[in-house]
């Protein structure tokens, strides 16, 4: 029989909290060798493997519990400063600041919005909604695949969502003027890549 029980070398993860791009954990083994019952520990996980880095393992629970507290205001104090350099409007679109879709509509080379609840709460801001939905099955008419790749507008990376998460479009003259400059920025580069490619 299976244990649904989350292990890290022989420890059971008994706390978890999630903020940033870290996950910290909190694990305990009782009768541990020289009574090193807990461990904290980094968890990286990018869907294919899952790693934990700088582990600690101790005897005294306390201790190893104010460092698991002091490794989440870390992570939350780089969030807030990475957030604080965003100087456009943060607020999260909803449904009514776009064009709904159905599941007849393409949405490829569309400007799609990504409904907030699919961030974490941190996350969850404007500049991180906005995508440019270059392709992939979800993005066509009718398709019974969910995949949608897009380009993010505001910092240019890739990402991949489901259809069912994009709520809606936006025509380019209901774009703020950040949005509009960088959708002309990423459609640039797709161009250079194309060419480059086709001159192969």
Partial sequence: MLSDKRMVEGYEITQTFEIGKAEIVLGEKPNAPDNMNYLIANCENNGIFTRYNDVLIGDDFAELAKIFAER?????????????KISVDKTPLTAKDCELVDYSQSIKDKVVVINADVFKPEYRMSVNQIYLCTGGFGSSANSR???CFCTNLYTGESAQFKRQDVIGTLEKDKLSDWAKECLEKVLKERTVKRNNRDAR
């Fill in 72 to 84: 989440i205001a870390a992570e939350a104090d780089r969030v807030m400063e990475e957030n604080a």
């Fill in 145 to 147: 695949g969910t995949a």
